[in-house]
């Protein structure tokens, strides 16, 4: 049984090519073939061309703004740091006047 289907669909992928070659027939070869299929690519190209130019052109600005944004703009935005000194010299500052309290007897007045 399985021969026989299969022998249908080698009769149906043929009758399938038969079609194809009929509504897709081989160009004739000729002096002209070439240069004809360069003709068909280079109007394609052009095509696109145009396109691939714009985005060229939209690439270049946004990473020209971009440039600006980053020159001229963020140093201004910047601010300065609020505190000028490290974590490690706030604890030190802190934990001296603890130190005061202890060795004088809790008294400081």
């Known amino acids: 049984m399985d021969r026989m289907d299969d022998k249908r669909g080698e009769d149906r992928l043929d009758?399938?090519?038969a079609e194809y070659?009929?509504?897709c027939p081989?160009?004739?070869p000729s002096a002209n073939f070439i240069p004809q299929v360069w003709q068909r690519i280079e109007s394609r190209?052009?095509?696109?061309?145009?396109?691939r130019h714009w985005a060229e052109a939209c690439v270049m600005a946004a990473l020209t703004l971009t440039l600006l944004i980053a020159?001229?703009?963020i140093p201004r935005y910047q601010r300065q740091?609020?505190?000028?000194s490290t974590y490690a010299d706030v604890l030190a500052e802190a934990d001296t006047l603890d130190y005061t309290l202890v060795l004088t007897g809790g008294d400081t007045r």
């Not at 190209?45 to 396109?51: E, I, K, N």
Request: hydrophobic share 45%; charged share 20%.
């Open 21 to 23: 070659r009929q509504a």
């Open 15 to 17: 009758a399938l090519w």
């Open 71 to 73: 020159a001229f703009l």
């Open 81 to 84: 740091p609020v505190y000028q």
């Open 45 to 51: 190209r052009r095509a696109t061309s145009s396109l």
């Open 26 to 28: 081989d160009p004739e």
